[in-house]
């Protein structure tokens, strides 16, 4: 399996809720690398299935640059966050070139299943908590730029209308 683009703001798979997962076999592994392979190409730190064009409940982060994981998670559920949350820059494959503040908890608790079918349960921080909120995000049909402060979000909306057009863009 190859992913050979990623869905771009407008596009109506970025708007949907994903599906669940639940068969854990060969085809989930094969998504997965290949999700790895389309975020490497891509140059980002975290992707979600519906980027692909899969409206599953797959997401893949790698910041081991950052001093963090490299982790797939299928299905995850945010447990509980911290009531600390921090303001910090984002960007998204699915909306390039643009970038804006958003508000996320600093700690999260997560509960997810690995490509194998194992539960596992753990507490992200800082980034890799940032990170996982952002993808998880996608999976709810949800866009950093929706969270976003009114006047960020309406001196976006001229790029947004040209984005909306595109519907994708090739993996470079």
């Known amino acids: 399996m190859k992913f050979q683009k990623i869905m ?3 596009n109506d798979v970025l708007r949907a809720v994903a599906k669940p997962v639940d068969a854990f076999n ?14 490497y190409r ?3 730190i975290g992707l979600a299935a519906p980027q692909v064009g899969l409206s599953r409940r797959i997401i893949v982060i790698d910041i081991q640059s950052y001093q ?10 945010i447990i509980s966050r911290s009531r600390k949350v921090e303001v910090s820059d984002e960007g998204c494959l699915s909306v390039p ?12 608790e997560v509960e ?3 490509p194998d079918g194992e539960l596992i349960r753990f507490t992200a921080r800082d980034l890799f908590a940032r990170v996982i909120q952002h993808e998880m995000d996608h999976l709810d049909g949800v866009l950093f730029v ?20 595109r519907q994708s863009v090739p993996i470079a």
């Not at 060969?26 to 975020?39: P, S, T």
């Not at 963090?68 to 559920?77: C, D, E, R, Y």
């Not at 402060?149 to 057009?165: D, H």
């Open 8 to 10: 771009v703001f407008g």
């Open 26 to 39: 060969q085809e989930l592994e094969e998504i997965v690398e290949a999700m790895y392979v389309a975020m």
């Open 42 to 44: 891509g140059e980002g």
């Open 68 to 77: 963090g994981p490299k982790i797939a998670l299928i299905n995850p559920v």
């Open 97 to 108: 070139g643009l970038r804006g503040d958003v508000e996320r908890s600093v700690r999260i």
């Open 112 to 114: 997810a299943r690995k």
């Open 146 to 165: 929706d969270r976003l402060q009114e006047q960020q979000r309406a001196n976006l909306e001229g790029e947004l209308k040209l984005l909306a057009k």
